[in-house]
């Protein structure tokens, strides 16, 4: 039943990629959705082939970090069993900055946010998070995510398509390196 | 097909483009082609009606008697003819609608119109008739036949009686059709005209449906298998309901198990819970239900201080795939975070923040959780009072490992 009032709109929201700390680590591409269009969202491209405008990542935070005075930001490293994702929240994520300035490490959180590829003074690319929302989760949650994750990379590196081609042309990556990494954040459930 | 009826059907035809003629002459000039030229009638009736439309300068017109077809072939466009039975007359609603109606022929229904400035004869239930040159409309997907100054409706015997087949809910398509249906869900009326309203269902899937309030109308009763002829299919907002007013309605004496909704389980997480979540105020005119602002005020009946209070999440379950928008009804929301609508009421009003205070604790309970709901779907749009947290299943662990160790050999 549709609700009295309700303002039919056809927005298609992008989807909150899964994906472990070890390969978003490695992505360093990223893209508007249509070249042409200014305003196309941009995608971070994985290893695995996926074009991700959004993730969903649960894990430990282990460190946070203030910066600023005028306008603060909030630094934070999430651990997975395959690595570290860094995260910021800043003045335009004011929800996901009063959340992290009240969870202590180390907690389980559950993260979503935007990816962003940064190119560093020294020419190096680093990928982070912004963060749209923070929420401490138990364990059971963070294990979910780790089979979820493993079940949805597995996915990516089994299938065909545009993406995957794009990835395999820019990355040039041994698919036996996801692998393993799916089977490490396996064992260690 | 007389030659008086030829003559009638060309003056008509005139008429109806503004001309008076004379049915001697027409008659004259059928006549001349029959009799001196043997040529046959259907055939006459063409040419003399080219005639008059070149002497005339009309145009779209049809010239000879169409075709007759069966109901289920008849498309949008058609200029036909058709002999059928009138099983549903439902008198005239509008000014220039003299009688509106159902008519069927073995192959199935057609809801007809009489304009008042068409035929003059007028149709009764349950007899049959044959329907020369009406024009067969389409309206939102649906065909009908419109009965106007150029169409004749001749009496015929018949006694045949068309058994009218069932279409299976799922297959509903808009247009008329009988269906073998359960009542499965009654929903409260909204106007004032209406008389039931709610879902009913065969064993394919469940239709909205409604009953007008009209002489003779009875709202259907639960349990019962009940055989409905000849219903009005509509779609509207993509979405199909079946309109039993006034139709024959007959209680078969059969058991079968309706599939009473068509539920859909989606699983994901919650990745947002939007503002408007929580608890919230509604606006207490009947039918009405629009959540109400901080103060009290109803964007359609204004300043409503004696509203009633409901829990919802508003928010987005992603399965990392797609996002779907999501809509927890208060009974999903008790049941996920055990917070009853009585309680959530007590902490609004002891809370410094108010209904504030709700947003938040919810949003906590319920952000970046793994659920599965299951309920209404409809344009990526999730409608549910059934979520439950997932929990965790060992086995997959294990059949990703031996996927893995398939891999490598």
Not at chain 1, 131 to 159: H, N, P, Y
Not at chain 2, 5 to 30: C, F, H
Not at chain 2, 127 to 145: M, P, R, T
Not at chain 2, 397 to 403: H, N, S, Y
Request: hydrophobic fraction near 35%; aromatic fraction near 8%; include cysteine.
């Amino acid at each position: 039943m549709m609700e009295n009032g309700r303002f039919q709109r056809q927005y298609v929201r992008e989807p909150a990629r899964r994906v472990f700390a070890a390969e978003f680590r490695d992505a360093d591409h990223q893209m508007r959705g249509d070249e042409k269009d200014e305003k196309s969202p941009t995608y971070v491209l994985l290893p695995t082939g996926e074009l991700c405008n959004r993730i969903f990542i649960v894990g430990t935070l282990t460190e946070k970090q203030k910066q600023g005075e005028q306008n603060v930001i909030y630094r934070a490293r999430i651990s997975d069993p395959t690595g570290t994702f860094f995260i910021m929240a800043g003045s335009y994520q004011p929800e996901a900055m009063a959340q992290i300035a009240k969870i202590e490490p180390p907690n389980f959180v559950a993260v979503v946010g935007k990816p962003n590829v940064y190119e560093r003074d020294d020419g190096q690319k680093f990928v982070s998070v912004r963060a749209e929302s923070v929420t401490i989760v138990d364990k059971e949650t963070r294990d979910l995510w780790i089979l979820e994750t493993a079940r949805r990379t597995l996915d990516r590196i089994k299938g065909s398509g545009q993406n995957q081609d794009l990835a395999a042309n820019h990355y040039r990556r041994d698919p036996k390196t996801y692998k393993q990494m799916v089977q490490e954040a396996l064992i260690s459930l | 097909m007389t030659l008086q009826d030829t003559v009638e059907r060309i003056s008509r035809k005139l008429e109806s483009k503004g001309i008076t003629s004379d049915p001697q002459i027409i008659e004259a000039k059928l006549k001349r082609y029959i009799n001196e030229f043997s040529v046959p009638l259907t055939e006459a009736e063409r040419s003399v009606m080219n005639e008059f439309a070149r002497d005339y300068g009309i145009d779209n017109v049809i010239s000879g008697p169409s075709e007759t077809k069966k109901i289920t072939d008849l498309k949008a466009g058609d200029w036909a003819t058709i002999e059928g039975k009138v099983v549903s007359l439902s008198g005239s609603n509008h000014p220039s609608i003299a009688q509106s109606g159902i008519i069927a022929d073995e192959t199935g229904p057609i809801k007809f119109v009489i304009w008042v400035k068409g035929p003059q004869k007028r149709v009764e239930l349950d007899k049959y008739y044959c329907i020369e040159s009406a024009i067969v409309d389409e309206y939102k997907g649906a065909l009908s036949l419109k009965m106007h100054s150029g169409t004749t409706i001749v009496p015929v015997e018949n006694d045949i009686s068309y058994i009218p087949s069932f279409t299976q809910i799922q297959e509903l398509k808009p247009g008329v059709h009988s269906v073998k249906v359960k009542l499965v869900q009654e929903w409260e009326v909204n106007h004032d005209r209406m008389l039931q309203t709610g879902l009913i269902a065969d064993e394919s899937g469940p239709i909205k449906f409604v009953i007008w309030k009209e002489a003779g109308a009875e709202p259907l009763k639960p349990d019962i298998v009940y055989g409905i002829y000849y219903a009005t299919v509509d779609e509207y907002n993509e979405r199909l309901s079946i309109n039993i007013s006034g139709c024959m309605i007959t209680p078969l004496n059969e058991e079968f198990s309706p599939i009473t909704s068509r539920d859909t389980t989606v699983e994901g997480v919650i990745v947002q819970v939007s503002t408007g979540s929580g608890l919230v105020k509604r606006c207490p005119v009947e039918g009405c239900k629009r959540v109400l602002s901080r103060q009290n005020y109803c964007p359609v009946h204004e300043y409503q201080p004696d509203f009633v209070y409901d829990l919802r999440i508003k928010g987005w379950l992603d399965d990392g795939i797609k996002a779907y928008d999501l809509l927890v009804k208060r009974k999903g929301v008790e049941a996920f975070t055990g917070i009853t609508l009585d309680a959530a009421k007590e902490t609004a009003e002891t809370s410094p923040l108010g209904m504030d205070e709700l947003y938040y604790q919810i949003k906590e309970k319920m952000l970046g959780r793994y659920v599965t709901c299951t309920g209404f779907l409809i344009e990526g749009r999730m409608v549910t009072e059934q979520c439950h947290p997932i929990s965790l299943k060992t086995g997959d662990k294990a059949l990703m490992l031996v996927e893995l160790q398939e891999g490598k050999e």
